[in-house]
Nanobody, 123 residues
């Protein structure tokens, strides 16, 4: 069982930077691939970034490539999403998720989810 708690979301202006954190419980965090997803009102949940368990191979949605960076600290059981050059279209509730296989871009293939953290980017 893995419990995930996201934090760091807030209201920012376009062009600002923000770092989201996802703290995980459990002693086997390092064996999980982690993903960040987001969901805006009226839209489906979409893949943003993912990081594999070993080695740390990263994946990104085209819309965030070059602006977002996913990383993990297995000693702290935490995964991060560093976001720069934020745009109004990045506004969404951001979720982290975990699965015990390779990174997937499909939300349905993740076993554990956090409650989400809201990111709002004003123009």
């Amino acid at each position: 069982q893995v419990q995930l708690v996201e934090s760091g979301g807030r209201l920012v202006q376009a062009g600002d930077s923000l770092r989201l954190s996802c703290a995980a419980s459990g002693r086997t965090f390092s064996s999980y691939s982690m993903g960040w997803f987001r969901q805006a009102p009226g839209k489906e949940r979409e893949f943003v970034a993912g990081i594999s368990w070993i080695p740390d191979i990263t994946y990104y949605a085209d819309s965030v490539k070059g602006r977002f960076t996913i990383s993990r600290d297995n000693a702290k059981n935490t995964v991060y999403l560093q976001m720069i050059s934020l745009k109004p279209e990045d506004t969404a509730n951001y979720y982290c998720a975990a699965r015990q296989r390779t990174v997937s871009r499909r939300p349905s293939e993740y076993d554990y989810w956090g409650q989400g953290t809201q990111v709002t980017v004003s123009s």
